[in-house]
């Protein structure tokens, strides 16, 4: 496959404006603007694009669902929180090309006829988010941002936020409460931000991923995107594989490629004479799944049967020289750390896992431990306010049952097999 | 609207209720912490899970958060089930796995929520073996104590402190599990409601400073319900008592007037109570002496004197106190009043008045509830509303952040007008013409001729535009004219119009009831010309007025016995030639008249190891001294107020009969002399009870003479100068500290300074610059 949304990016030098313009950008714009906002979302659903920010929810629906009557003022915000870890994707495509992102949020703000769209950009990606600041500039002074857009009556206003704040701001609710410039603490999800979001008013959020295949299927139509993936996926998608690989990379390839393809043909395998222990698919918050998955198509309904998700797709491989332990532990570390200390569930019960994690992988670990880890597991995902708890045990909870005799010899023993207690285990 | 049936049993609900909300109303119990009447749900504690039962048959039984899960009819809500007890242990042990085991020394044991959460769902052992996170404490003022470990973040504190309260200083900081509730740099909370904050959280962390002091077990308090004091709202308290002494006061639940909350100086202000000066034995000429001789004394004064007898009863003093001296006064042919200054005596009549209707005519405005203050969808406020009734700014606040627009007119700093639409600063002279012209302009709101008077113009259009539009005004800052204008714009509004009057005195609505119209010009000038020779004040301060006290001080040189019932040491108390102490609020029972006219009754709370007696007692055994078949209090009280019924202490209260008053209202006009005039300035802090309670006030401000910044440079004075004011009391030298907040040619100063001048609000004041 060719590669489509990252054809013309290079983060060493991205495209300004007119270069853009001369490899094909900004021309979906006179494409949409020639349609009417609701045949625009028509086409996309068609497409089946569906949401690269993890959920893997139909774009087309949620823009049919808002709904053309919604209340004015109406917001989207375009989500370039990216913060899960093995994940890079969103990084490339801001790093890599503003302009494809600009003229991303320019179509989808027509189709739901916003008047305003925020772009959220994780706070460490501030190169980044200062070379789109740029690009937005650029765009208005070319009157493809602003008011009367191309003598298309259609009037945006997009800002770029760089995030104050953590992982959490990555949570669509979180995230507008840290736009409003509150604590970005998850809303309660009644009533959805579709119908009172950003300072009460209808809301749509997209991961920048998903928005920057819209102008693509506007000029393309559907059924192009939707050929474009294989084993029943659609569309293209931005994979990543880290870890134990030989190149760890990001790649751009059909939806649906499976976990052997990539790790081993794209990211080179595995050292030599090693062996696949297992393998997270998308993302930290996300279930493990084993070498017996390889040939599972990545996409999210096959992923989602094999047990896990597909997440953001990026791919985070561990070998037989990694303790999964000490993944786990480094997992829930990071997690403990990043809970927005709304919930107790969350708050105080992902240090408490991470504090038993810590005394296993330590070798001070008891007998009870793994049953008193389940029982907490179990408490702690339904319980949560948000979906942010529920993943961050994903990937425990499923260490649990695929790797429990490591578990159990680190007990028995009292120490770590691997020699890596506090290594973060890779 | 509905029900729902929890555990087997009908419960209905109200159209927006949530499951937690329609249990606790009805009484039945479900777990929770983060959820508060007053603040709503929030969904953070995650304790109240209940499991639900969808009416479609084919689903499985659910767990949800009961504050979080809209009541809809027919629900069925199982609060016993296993999986929502399960998730309810779930919680408690992670909320305990940081929560320090510091119980036995715990200043919330024995009214500790998570406590009473962990016996009722949690587990018995203890599983978690790590480390417990620590905070460092804050130091946040005399009132509030601070202990952040014991911290289970429900955020109930900030919930109140920002959002209801409508405060800056506190709040949620940091993440994970180490989020922190405090301020940003150690140093006092600036809210007058942050006390609050004791009673908002469920655990250790925000504690009563003042209690802790002298610190006892809370199941060894003795208490009682009780009324609070410290000004005319009359919100109900839970004083608590050990060993004969006062430690401390609670909130106690009025759902008409201060339902869950107190301000601080309601909470704190009891400590007058054990203050070091405040006199328990009798005194004659300054030498204590036992109760039985200066009674005796007392009555040989009184036999001495004749008809030539005073009594000036007080806005502080209870109904019973006021009525018998009363009764005496009129079984002996001697003069009775309540108030030491004639204008305030005028403006508590006007207001009365305007409440209740005169002679013949019917109620005019209705009152409001602090509730329903709350409710107002627009309000004009004139005055400083936080510095004389502090509950009705917290009202004012709930009706402000339901957007309710908010007007201010104040001569001095008023708290509210950070929440006004519209603030206008004008000067005590001129606030009569503002208000009449502000009421011209309800009535035709074209009349508005200059832009000058656009704001005017605007604060008419949307109280015209209000539905529930309230008028309040704090009577000891306005006279009687100002009153009647303000009673006049109100009914010129929406039928539905509410008018509120802060009053001068936790009973200063029985007291005027009481005294006849002109009464205390009759007494001062009585007193002054010789024509009275013993008078009798009970919890009056007439030496310490600030515009009359020299006055008073001087005529009272000629009495042959000044004799003062009193618990606090005024000056009046000070100068008394017999003085009789007696009992505080808590150690009393007695009824108060509140703004609204409610009467409400408080109880005993504890008594001194020497029981003090209260004011009535006191008349009533001076009557059986001086052989006088004196009416008791009920029937002093019939007589006062016909068809009157003791309120019983711990109810609702009951509204007070109206008794028609006489229409003619004696008016003072305000001199016009002078470019500068003195206004009051109060704060949260002050009335003459709180002002003996040492934390409280900690925190009052430093004395100044505070000016416009427009008038000080008119005048060449800049911020920080140092002034000679003089009155006819005296001169004092002050610092100028510049605020925007005072009116034009005014000199905002506090009722202390003011008393040292012996100038009242809206008096002329000379100014003199010292080089």
């Not at chain 2, 020779?533 to 600030?546: C, E, K, R, S």
């Amino acid at each position: 496959m060719e590669a489509v949304l990252t054809q013309h990016l290079d983060p060493a030098a991205p495209l300004g404006l007119e270069a853009y313009r001369g490899v094909g950008g900004y021309r979906s714009l006179a494409a949409a603007f020639d349609l009417k906002p609701e045949a625009i979302i028509k086409t996309v659903e068609a497409a089946n694009l569906r949401g690269r920010g993890g959920a893997g929810f139909s774009c087309g629906v949620k823009w049919r669902l808002r709904g053309v009557d919604a209340a004015k003022p109406r917001y989207l915000v375009c989500n370039l929180d990216e913060s899960e870890p093995g994940t890079f994707k969103d990084r490339h495509l801001l790093y890599g090309g503003p302009h494809q992102i600009i003229e991303a949020v320019i179509v989808a703000a027509y189709a739901l006829q916003s008047e305003r769209a925020f772009i959220f950009v994780r706070g460490e990606y501030a190169t980044g988010g200062n070379g789109l600041k740029r690009a937005l500039k650029e765009a208005e002074a070319a009157g493809l941002v602003g008011a009367n857009i191309g003598g298309s009556g259609f009037d945006l206003q997009i800002d770029v936020h760089l995030s104050a704040g953590r992982y959490i701001c990555g949570e669509g609710s979180a995230q507008i409460n840290a736009l409003e410039g509150r604590r970005p603490n998850p809303r309660h999800k009644i009533p959805r931000t579709s119908i009172k979001g950003l300072w009460g008013q209808p809301t749509t959020t997209n991961n920048v991923e998903t928005l920057v295949n819209v102008p693509h299927i506007l000029l393309n139509g559907a059924d192009w995107f939707r050929d474009l993936g294989i084993n029943g996926g659609c569309g293209s998608k931005l994979y990543g594989v880290s870890g134990k690989v030989q190149h760890p990379g990001l790649f751009e390839l059909p939806t649906g490629t499976t976990a052997r393809e990539l790790i081993f043909d794209h990211a080179g395998g595995l050292a030599e004479g090693r062996s696949l222990l297992g393998f997270l698919p998308g993302g930290a918050s996300t279930a493990f799944l084993l070498p017996e998955h390889l040939d599972v198509p990545m996409d999210f309904d096959p992923v989602a049967k094999a047990g896990s998700r597909l997440g953001t797709g990026g791919i985070i491989v561990l070998d037989d020289t990694t303790c999964p332990v000490a993944v786990a532990l480094n997992l829930m570390r990071f997690f403990a750390r990043e809970s927005c200390g709304f919930c107790t569930p969350c708050r105080d019960g992902l240090p408490y896992l991470a504090q038993i994690l810590a005394a296993i992988a330590a070798g001070e670990g008891q007998v009870e431990d793994l049953a008193l880890l389940e029982d907490l597991c179990e408490k702690i995902a339904p319980q949560s306010f948000c979906a942010f708890a529920p993943g961050a045990v994903m990937p425990l909870t499923s260490s649990l049952q695929c790797f429990r005799e490591h578990y159990a010899q680190h007990i028995a023993t009292g120490r770590c097999p691997f020699g890596k207690a506090n290594e973060g285990g890779l | 609207m509905g029900t729902i049936r929890i555990d087997g049993r009908d419960i209905p609900f109200e159209e927006g209720d949530n499951v937690l909300k329609a249990a606790l109303a009805a009484g039945v119990k479900i777990p929770h912490f983060c959820y508060h009447h007053a603040l709503g749900s929030l969904g953070a504690c995650r304790l109240c899970a209940v499991e639900i039962t969808p009416k479609e048959t084919n689903k499985a039984p659910q767990v949800v958060m009961a504050c979080l899960e809209p009541a809809k009819d027919g629900l069925q809500v199982c609060v016993s089930a296993a999986a929502a007890r399960r998730a309810r242990e779930g919680v408690i042990e992670l909320l305990m796995t940081n929560h320090p085991h510091d119980c036995p020394v715990c200043d919330e044991g024995g009214e500790c929520h998570l406590q009473e959460m962990t016996v009722d769902c949690g587990p018995p052992y203890r599983r978690y073996r790590g480390r417990k996170r620590t905070f460092p404490n804050q130091y946040l003022g005399p009132l509030v104590h601070h202990e952040m470990n014991r911290c289970i973040t429900c955020y109930r504190c900030t919930r109140f402190y920002r959002d209801y309260a409508v405060g800056d200083d506190l709040g949620a900081m940091r993440l994970r599990n180490e989020v922190y509730f405090g301020r940003f740099q150690d140093g006092p909370l600036d809210s007058p409601f942050a006390g609050n904050l004791v009673e908002v959280c469920p655990t250790g962390v925000f504690t009563d400073a003042v209690f802790r002091q002298r610190f006892t077990r809370v199941w060894d308090l003795k208490t009682a319900p009780s009324i609070c004091p410290h000004c005319s709202v009359g919100c109900n308290t839970l004083p608590g008592a050990r060993d004969g002494t006062l430690r401390r006061v609670r909130n106690r639940h009025h759902p008409e007037i201060n339902r869950w909350f107190l301000c601080d100086r309601g909470r704190y202000g009891h400590q007058y109570s054990e203050h070091t000066a405040r006199s328990l034995l009798p005194r004659i000429a300054g030498a204590s002496i036992s109760y039985r001789n200066a009674l005796t004394s007392a009555a040989e004064h009184i036999k001495t004197a004749g008809d030539r007898l005073g009594g000036l009863g007080s806005a502080r003093e209870d109904l019973e106190g006021n009525a018998l001296l009363r009764a005496l006064m009129h079984k002996l042919d001697g003069a009775y009043a309540a108030f030491s200054d004639p204008a305030l005596e005028s403006a508590m009549a006007a207001a009365i008045v305007q409440r209740q209707g005169t002679a013949g005519a019917s109620s005019l405005a209705k009152l409001a509830s602090l509730a329903e203050m709350e409710q107002a969808d627009a309000a004009l406020i004139v005055g400083d509303l936080t510095g004389h009734a502090p509950m009705m700014d917290l009202a004012l606040r709930q009706a402000y952040r339901r957007g309710a627009p908010l007007a201010v007119l104040h001569s001095t700093p008023a708290p509210l007008a950070r929440f006004a639409v519209t603030a206008l600063t004008v000067s005590p002279r001129e606030m009569g013409a503002r208000l009449s012209r502000l009421s011209e302009l309800v009535a035709d709101p074209s009349a508005a001729s200059s832009t000058q008077e656009a704001a005017l113009a605007d604060i008419a259009a949307r109280l015209t535009a209000a539905r529930r539009p309230l008028v309040a005004g704090v009577v000891e800052t306005l006279a009687a004219p100002e009153i009647v204008a303000l009673a006049q714009l109100a009914m010129a509004l929406d039928p539905s119009a509410r008018l509120v009057y802060a009053l001068p005195g936790p009973n200063a609505y029985g007291a005027a009831l009481l005294a006849p119209a002109g009464s205390a010009t009759a007494v001062l000038e009585a007193v002054e010309a010789g024509r009275i020779q013993t008078l009798i004040v009970a919890g009056n301060d007439p030496l310490g007025d600030a515009r009359l006290g020299p006055r008073w001080r001087a005529a009272c040189q000629r009495l042959d016995a000044l004799i003062v019932l009193d618990c606090v040491a005024t000056a009046t108390a000070q100068a008394a030639d017999i003085l009789l102490p007696v009992a505080a609020w808590a150690e009393r029972g007695g009824t108060f008249v509140n703004y609204e006219g409610r009467a409400q009754g408080f109880a005993p709370v504890f008594q001194r190891p020497e029981p003090l007696p209260t004011t009535a007692d006191v008349i009533a055994d001076l009557a059986q001294a001086l052989d006088l078949a004196l009416p008791d209090v009920t029937a002093a009280l019939s007589d006062a107020i016909p068809g009157y019924q003791a309120p019983i202490p711990g109810t609702l209260g009951s509204p007070i009969p109206v008794s028609p008053l006489p229409a003619h209202i004696d008016v003072a006009t305000r001199p016009e002399s002078g470019p500068w005039q003195a206004a009051l300035t109060t704060w949260y802090g002050d009335d003459p009870l709180a002002s003996f309670a040492p934390a409280l006030m900690e925190l009052a401000p430093a004395p100044a003479a505070r000016i416009a910044p427009a008038a000080a440079s008119n005048a060449g004075i800049e911020d920080g100068a140092r002034v000679m004011l003089r009155g006819p009391a005296g001169a004092l030298a002050l610092s100028v500290q510049l605020d925007s907040g005072v009116a034009m040619d005014t000199i905002a100063l506090a009722r202390a300074t003011l008393v040292q001048l012996g100038v009242g609000h809206g008096d002329p004041l000379d100014l003199e610059q010292i080089p």
